[in-house]
């Protein structure tokens, strides 16, 4: 691994560990290549990895198949359980089951390299159906670029903590996330952008304070996609 790696998975650790306890049990919805499932690994979590790609599937089940501390799940996490039909791109970072998400951030410019080819139906899950199977997690990760609102829609007893995907395009979506969180809760919530593992705020604040944020970050040109990060508010620290 090169210096810069090294650096990168020693700043991602130490951004997780203020959430991911030893022992505990983490969700990483939309796993991807496995690299916050490994993160998560090192802090002594158990890990529920969740995502339907065949491409990346074959990756976890290399990297982690053998390992009695991930669990698998070949499916996306939606508002039901079923099937839905994943639009499947040549960057599998940005594969979704959202075609209005793919409009928005494609007329914004955004992933001008990607292309949405092909369809797959996929397998889907609830939030609620991973927490009967598996036990609450202390702390679960969704980025399922553009469902994330439908994801927390499957969701109906709060979480001690979590983040969601935004993307500035697609800021709504952000908004709907943050009040369908308060609908289960309160929350306070800070937000980091790209793969900075810096929160921007520095401090959580309350839902309609990070709903100004995110807002901002909207009319903001050249503004990254980033996470926001939601804490049940007797949480806060």
């Not at 022992?23 to 993160?39: K, M, Q």
């Not at 990895?49 to 089940?61: G, K, M, R, S, T």
């Not at 679960?140 to 983040?163: C, F, Q, W, Y």
Request: net charge negative; aromatic share 8%; with cysteine.
């Amino acid at each position: 691994m090169n210096v810069q790696g090294s650096v990168r998975k020693e700043r991602m650790r130490s951004f997780y560990a203020s959430f991911i306890r030893k022992n505990g049990l983490a969700f990483d919805v939309g796993a991807n290549h496995g690299e916050r499932v490994e993160t998560f690994l090192s802090l002594g979590a158990r890990v529920v990895a969740v995502e339907p790609q065949p491409n990346c599937l074959a990756d976890l089940y290399a990297k982690f198949g053998d390992d009695d501390d991930v669990t698998i799940v070949d499916a996306a996490v939606d508002s039901q359980s079923g099937s839905a039909t994943m639009h499947l791109s040549n960057n599998d970072m940005v594969s979704s089951l959202n075609p209005d998400w793919i409009a928005r951030v494609r007329a914004g410019g955004r992933f001008d390299d990607s292309t949405w080819d092909e369809i797959l139906e996929v397998k889907t899950v609830t939030l609620d159906g991973l927490i009967d199977e598996f036990g609450v997690p202390d702390f679960m990760k969704i980025d399922v670029e553009g469902n994330e609102h439908k994801a927390l829609l499957g969701l109906s007893t709060p979480v001690r903590a979590l983040s969601f995907e935004y993307t500035p395009e697609d800021i709504d979506t952000a908004v709907r996330c943050v009040e369908r969180l308060q609908a289960l809760g309160d929350h306070v919530y800070d937000l980091s952008p790209g793969e900075t593992f810096v929160m921007r705020m520095g401090r959580y604040v309350r839902a309609d304070d990070i709903m100004s944020a995110l807002d901002s970050l909207a009319r903001q040109e050249g503004e990254p996609s980033g996470d926001v990060y939601a804490l049940l508010s007797d949480l806060e620290r």
